[in-house]
């Protein structure tokens, strides 16, 4: 064979090896590469799953967060009452008041006669509100100071409920 019939077999064979590296062998590696990056984002799912699952488990066993309500005496909560009353510089008139209703929780029942300013109503207001006591206000009234009825202060009176004290 002549030098010129194998160079032109060898250019045959190398554009054949090239034709067949285009047809077959590239795409065969594109899906290679494909499958993989499937594989790689299906392992990041299950292993996301996975440490969902933990942090699910792991939440079932640990406390509770939300606060623990733990039922009051009314004397508890006359004693708080009277305190904030005096600080406040109001006077106060705390009664059991039968409340009545359905609930779920245990509960007991008050009405609080209040005398003072409006300032320092507000203050004891906020007192109450910013509590450990779990309380739900039903009715509220404000009786405006009288002169003919020698009442210089206004008044405030309140009925509601006491769940319990938050911890």
């Not at 790689?40 to 299950?46: N, Q």
């Not at 640990?62 to 733990?70: E, G």
Request: charged share 25%; proline share 5%.
């Amino acid at each position: 064979m002549s030098i010129k019939t194998i160079k032109i077999i060898l250019i045959i064979f190398c554009a054949a090896v090239v034709v067949f590296i285009a047809s077959v062998i590239y795409p065969l590696i594109s899906d290679i590469e494909n499958e993989a990056q499937k594989f790689l984002l299906e392992k990041k799912t299950r292993t996301e799953f996975a440490l969902r699952i933990d942090n699910l488990k792991k939440t079932e066993d640990a406390p509770l967060r939300y606060p623990l309500v733990v039922p009051v005496t009314f004397l508890d909560f006359l004693e708080f009452v009277e305190k904030e009353a005096a600080v406040s510089q109001i006077s106060v008139k705390l009664n059991p008041h039968d409340s009545k209703g359905q609930e779920p929780w245990p509960f007991f029942g008050f009405r609080l006669d209040l005398s003072g300013s409006f300032s320092d109503f507000v203050s004891f207001l906020e007192k109450m509100e910013s509590s450990d006591y779990l309380i739900n206000i039903s009715s509220f009234t404000i009786i405006k100071g009288d002169q003919e009825n020698i009442i210089k202060t206004p008044s405030f009176n309140f009925e509601g409920r006491v769940y319990g004290k938050i911890l």
